[in-house]
């Protein structure tokens, strides 16, 4: 434990707010921890271990014997285990700025209860369980000179899958150009945002359209004027919204776009997006609305692929505290 309070003095030093993570997220005891022959921890999860039992620092000095770096190469390494194979490639290439991916958290606090971090500071940065697409937006990854720890690849084989994919798609999006379909609300200050959104993705060199809610803003606001039986107008709105659905599913058929972004206030519901996977196109949400008055993000935002918010903070931790990881500011 006084080696943890130790590396999380470090760490708050070097990523705060990764150290605020690790303080505030839940112990997970399914990391399991033994010492090699030559003396050293070595984390396992089940019956795998993450290192060899044996002599863990021969293992990576032989894993890293054809691993170079040239010129203004960033070395990445995909896996942390207990860092062995990091700390072989920052005594190789001293001054060199390592980037470390680790998705699950559990092993990045084992090693901070089990290893000194003071040997891997000031040149290490930790990338500890973030969503890929995450991970490429705040990344210049052209330079990556990738090291693959095989044991932490075999663990979390989905994880870096998608992490390549994600690589892949930005090199893709830096000669290509996107379709994209951009659900307006019927009304309200989210409506003009959906607009400029459509008008700078033209801009940009993209091709965008709107479903043009706001074109059935009045059959909207005419269930009201309608009757005043509550249960008749709440059949009625959920018949209305059930429409719309259907109508925004049968423009994204029609016009097969890269992607779908729905603005605040979007007349979609979950049954909605549900339909709308069914076409396998990923789908953005953007919250231009304080989080504080409108709360129906708390049902909405695990529906949808990407979800983007204008705030920061609170808002983070609340949509950490419901599962929600694959979050952006914009």
């Not at 990738?146 to 044991?151: I, R, V």
């Not at 259907?246 to 779908?260: G, M, N």
């Amino acid at each position: 434990m006084e080696l943890f309070k130790k590396n999380l003095e470090l760490l708050r030093s070097s990523q705060p707010s990764l150290a605020r993570r690790v303080e505030r997220e839940p112990k997970q005891n399914f990391v399991r921890v033994s010492i090699s022959k030559d003396g050293n921890p070595i984390p396992q999860i089940g019956s795998v271990s993450l290192h060899s039992n044996y002599y863990p620092l021969k293992e990576a000095k032989d894993g890293l014997s054809e691993y170079c770096l040239r010129g203004q190469e960033t070395p990445v390494v995909y896996g942390l285990g207990f860092g062995y194979h990091v700390l072989e490639i920052l005594n190789r290439y001293k001054g060199s700025k390592v980037l470390v991916i680790e998705p699950v958290m559990a092993i990045f606090q084992s090693f901070m209860e089990n290893v000194d971090l003071e040997p891997f500071l000031p040149n290490t940065q930790f990338i500890i369980s973030t969503p890929p697409p995450k991970i490429i937006t705040s990344s210049q990854t052209d330079n990556w000179k990738k090291y693959e720890h095989q044991a932490s690849k075999r663990l979390s084989c989905d994880y870096f899958f998608s992490l390549d994919k994600a690589i892949e798609t930005s090199d893709y999006l830096s000669t290509n150009r996107l379709k994209i379909l951009v659900v307006n609300p019927y009304y309200g200050g989210s409506l003009p945002t959906a607009n400029y959104c459509v008008r700078a993705l033209n801009h940009m060199g993209h091709h965008a359209e709107s479903v043009e809610c706001d074109k059935f803003a009045e059959g909207f606001f005419s269930i009201k004027k309608t009757t005043r039986n509550k249960i008749n107008e709440e059949s009625l709105s959920n018949q209305f919204g059930h429409f719309m659905g259907q109508l925004i599913a049968a423009k994204a058929a029609d016009y097969q776009p890269d992607l779908i972004v729905a603005l605040a206030q979007a007349p979609l519901t979950t049954e909605a997006i549900k339909n709308l996977k069914q076409l396998n196109i990923p789908i953005a949400f953007w919250f231009v609305e304080d989080f504080r008055t409108l709360s129906y993000w708390k049902e909405m935002a695990s529906c949808y692929d990407y979800f983007f918010t204008i705030q920061q903070g609170e808002f983070f931790d609340e949509l950490l505290s419901l599962g929600v990881n694959n979050f952006y500011y914009l």
